[in-house]
């Protein structure tokens, strides 16, 4: 069955880079869509249509595309970017809306 | 401001039903396709369900396909998931999620969520 592979724990030290990727085979034909999550609270996007920033997001957080697999990059991470990220694809041949297994990201 | 709050939670015996409510405000709710997704204890996300602005369109997800509905009120912004004959692996915080759609800037990504209400089915 089709799905989207996240790597299941990232880990770095503050002001490093960290990324986050993505893969499908699908992902070339459709958007990708990420979203933190933090402990306790409602996921919120911060990525969408692959590369593009919602209003109030840090500009560190940024998303590429190539082939078959998307990159989240949070650059200079900082203490309070530990999070769950969550990738998401849409409307593919296979099912309305898919999430990736999801990221821990750890700031040590 | 753009609010979404679920309701109806709450604990089920197995193969019983329970009606969870998504109630919007802060914009033209009539305008927006609405999703549910949901997360088990320590697990990830997981798309149920979806229902477009005019309810014209719904989508679900293999695992809850014949046994969940979705349906909305334009009139009372709200959308609502009827989930019959639960299972423990239904247990799980449900979101409502609202999708901003092929005319929104952030095109189909879920842009706002609720806080989510916690579904338990259990004997």
């Known amino acids: 069955s089709y799905e989207l592979k996240q790597p299941p724990s990232v880990s770095v030290s503050p002001g490093q880079t960290a990324r986050i990727t993505c893969s499908g085979d699908?992902?070339?034909?459709?958007?990708v869509y990420w979203y933190q999550q933090k402990p306790g609270q409602a996921p919120t996007l911060i990525v969408y249509?692959?590369?593009e920033r919602p209003s109030g997001i840090p500009e560190r957080f940024s998303g590429s595309s190539s082939g078959t697999t998307v990159t989240l990059t949070i650059s200079g991470v900082q203490a309070e970017d530990e999070a769950d990220y969550y990738c998401?694809?849409?409307?593919?041949?296979?099912?309305?809306?898919?999430f990736g297994g999801g990221t821990k990201l750890t700031v040590l | 401001e753009v609010k979404l709050v679920e309701s109806g939670g709450g604990l089920v015996k197995p193969g019983g039903s329970l009606r969870l409510s998504c109630t919007a405000s802060?914009?033209?709710?009539?305008?927006?396709?609405i999703n549910w997704v949901r997360q088990a204890p320590g697990k990830g996300l997981d798309w149920v369900s979806a229902?477009?602005?005019?309810?014209?369109?719904?989508h679900y997800a293999d695992s809850v396909k014949g046994r969940f509905t979705i349906s909305r009120d334009n009139a009372k912004n709200s959308v609502y998931l009827q989930m019959n004959n639960l299972r423990a692996e239904d247990t799980a915080v449900y979101y409502c999620?609202?999708?901003?759609?092929?005319?929104?800037?952030?095109?189909?990504?879920?842009?706002?969520w609720g806080q989510g209400t916690m579904v338990t089915v259990s004997a």
């Open positions: 998401q694809s849409a409307h593919s041949s296979v099912t309305y809306v898919l």
């Open positions: 229902i477009s602005s005019g309810s014209r369109y719904t």
């Open positions: 999620a609202r999708e901003g759609g092929a005319g929104a800037e952030s095109g189909d990504a879920f842009d706002f």
């Open positions: 699908a992902l070339p034909d459709h958007y």
């Open positions: 802060g914009f033209i709710f009539s305008s927006y396709s």
């Open positions: 249509k692959d590369t």
